[in-house]
């Protein structure tokens, strides 16, 4: 996969002789502002063409050029009190009404910081950076190491972050089809895989210099955790974003009487964390018949509310939230009544490896008029596959039997539609069963319970052998 493949791995192998970097998350927190930095530089040699009167956010000393470029440079002692006594305290307080690319700097530097101790393996990391060119074609590589990157984040399982398949986000994507003048959110963006997504969708659309600025500021997220809030940044730089597109916080923060019109979208597409518990507190945000601690179900109530009417929706959620009670059941009433859930998507077992194994379902819905029938799909396994995994993860192309099925909707062993009267007298519960999966064949109660007696009366006859065996030998 070209050099940059070596690259990255010797950039991991020279951090792990850092006494300073301590784990796979401060590594790779590390590695990633420092390849900002560098692809800042490269992308500043863009702006300087594109952009009219363009002026650096960044002190002339500070830049990448001028400090890091040469191999024979700054190293040792010398280079670790520049890194923490000028680089950092600056980048942390720069002023960002210079441009927007000062917001986007400000943004990455206020919660990042520099692990590694040792200037001379600093140096050697910053020379392996040094080969990397991403203004040509190793861009369009990078990305396949970035996405590698995402995946060592191993905290994914205990804080209910799980990294999107790029199959799964492709198709949400492909199937909203946000246009040009449409806007797009991601509310719990993570890494940026809907963004980036989005981006590449509506540049097909762009036709002009302007329509390319408008598309931008079209895309937004929000993340609250500053590593994947770095990573997503210099994702979108990677994907040619010239303006800050992704906010650092929390959506649940906010008060949900306080989001006006103003704040409404035309699409949003999301994987919230799901498993998740929010800190005390955040629940008071929220009417008191949405309020709990879990992170999906806030999501999901907010979700319905930013939607403009005619906006579309597609989102991940587990199958705890299709057949849960209590506060779930109240979240789906609101949704089933203030917009059409046409469609939920049953994906299979193992979609999420290796970060859980929990189920997932893919929601679609329209804002504006309520739901008056459901269409399930249930995304079957490829032929011969049992489950997926790292190395043979879900794929874009499975999703062409559902596209093919999409504006056409007839009932087969895959596809089932059900009345949203039934839903309602089921009290809420989602979780629908594929009619035409053949059942299994099971015995009645009363054979089930004589198998069970004959194998307990095999197992005791096998013990009581074993003990004249015993008896006989000891004898």
């Known amino acids: 996969m070209s050099n940059i493949t070596a690259n990255i791995k010797s950039i991991r192998d020279i951090m792990r002789k850092d006494t300073g970097v301590d784990g796979d998350a401060q590594r790779i927190s590390q590695m990633v502002w420092m390849l900002f930095l560098k692809i800042f530089a490269d992308k500043e040699e863009e702006w300087e063409i594109t952009i009219d009167d363009f ?15 040469n191999e024979e440079g700054l190293t040792g ?51 392996e950076i ?7 074609d190793d861009r369009h590589t990078f990305n396949d190491i970035y996405e590698t990157i995402l995946k060592e984040l191993q905290s994914a399982g205990s804080s209910g972050e799980y990294y999107t398949p790029r199959a799964v986000t492709q198709f949400m994507v492909d199937i909203t089809n946000p246009q ?8 719990a963006c993570g890494t940026g895989g809907f963004l ?12 002009n210099a302007d329509e390319e600025r408008n598309m931008q500021s079209s895309i937004r997220g929000v993340e609250k ?6 990573l997503c940044t210099t994702n979108l730089m990677l994907h040619g974003f010239d303006l800050p597109a ?3 916080g929390n959506y649940l923060n906010k008060p949900y009487s306080d989001w006006s019109s103003k704040d409404k979208v035309n699409v949003i597409l999301t994987n919230p964390p799901f498993g998740g518990v929010e800190e005390d507190g955040t629940e008071t945000n929220f009417p008191a018949k949405f309020r709990t601690k879990e992170t999906a179900d806030l999501f999901l109530a907010l979700i319905i509310k930013l939607l403009k009417d005619g906006g579309r929706a597609a989102v991940v959620l587990p199958d705890g939230t299709l057949f849960g009670e209590g506060v779930k059941t109240r979240i789906k009433q609101e949704l089933l009544e203030k917009c059409n859930l046409h469609t939920i998507v049953r994906l299979p077992n193992g979609v999420f490896n290796p970060y859980t194994g929990i189920k997932t379902n893919l929601l679609f819905f329209e804002k504006g008029t309520p739901t008056k029938e459901i269409w399930y799909y249930e995304h079957p396994y490829p032929n011969g596959v049992k489950s997926y995994n790292k190395t043979k993860p879900i794929n874009i192309k499975e999703f062409d039997r559902e596209k093919a099925w999409w504006n056409k909707r007839e009932e087969n062993q895959y596809a089932w539609k059900v009345p949203v009267e039934e839903i309602v007298k089921r009290g809420y519960n989602l979780d629908v069963k594929n009619p ?37 030998a000891l004898s």
């Open 180 to 187: 040009l003048g449409e806007s797009v959110l991601d509310p």
């Open 77 to 127: 002692e010398a280079l670790m009190e520049f890194i923490n006594n000028n680089l950092f305290p600056q980048l942390k307080e720069i002023d960002i009404n210079i441009n927007p690319q000062a917001k986007i700097v400000k943004s990455v530097f206020e919660d990042t910081y520099n692990y590694m101790k040792n200037g001379t393996l600093f140096r050697q990391v910053i020379n």
């Open 196 to 207: 980036t997504c989005s981006i590449d969708h509506k540049k097909k659309l762009v036709s």
């Open 436 to 472: 035409y999966q053949e059942a299994d064949n099971l015995a009645s109660p009363e054979e089930l319970l004589k198998e069970f007696r004959a194998s307990e009366e095999n197992i005791s006859s096998a013990q009581d052998k074993i003990v004249d065996v015993l008896t006989q």
């Open 55 to 69: 002026e650096s956010p960044i002190p002339e000393d500070l830049k990448w050029q001028n400090w890091a470029a």
């Open 130 to 136: 040094n080969k990397i060119d991403f203004n040509s």
């Open 246 to 248: 992704v906010q650092r």
């Open 225 to 230: 955790k500053p590593l994947p809030h770095l």
